[in-house]
């Protein structure tokens, strides 16, 4: 199985503590054939600096859409309202580790019910998993 994982975070080393669409940047890791390697590192666009952008604005969730083209899952520690959005276009999970290498690691033993729940197009559900 081959997919493309964005891990939301604003340290590189962490996932981001606010709603994954708040992340300062998304680090994107391919997982196949049982590894994963790190692709590359995406800025989250600086609209998260508008205060008058609340938690679940359709703003919101196209940005981070169009900043994921290709993306397949989008994984962080939260989700806010915009997770009804977020979830037709990507696999939502939530992981509940601290660390990016954790959190890869728990990717990456339920790889198979990501891809399962990403087959089931827009009527996903978005995943919670723990170590």
Known sequence: MNLLVAFGTDD????????????????IYR??????ESIEKKRNPKFQEDESLIHGDPAKAATVGSVL????VLVGKKFGPNI???????VCVIVRADGIED?????????????????K???????????
């Open 12 to 27: 590189g080393k962490n996932l981001s503590t606010d709603h994954v669409g708040n992340a300062h940047f998304f680090l």
């Open 31 to 36: 997982f196949l054939d049982g590894r994963e």
């Open 69 to 72: 083209q290709g993306v397949d």
């Open 84 to 90: 009804v959005r977020l979830k037709k276009k990507f």
């Open 103 to 119: 959190a890869t690691e728990i990717v990456g033993k339920n790889i198979d019910a990501i891809g399962a729940e990403k087959n």
């Open 121 to 131: 197009g827009e009527a996903r559900s978005h995943l919670i998993l723990r170590k």
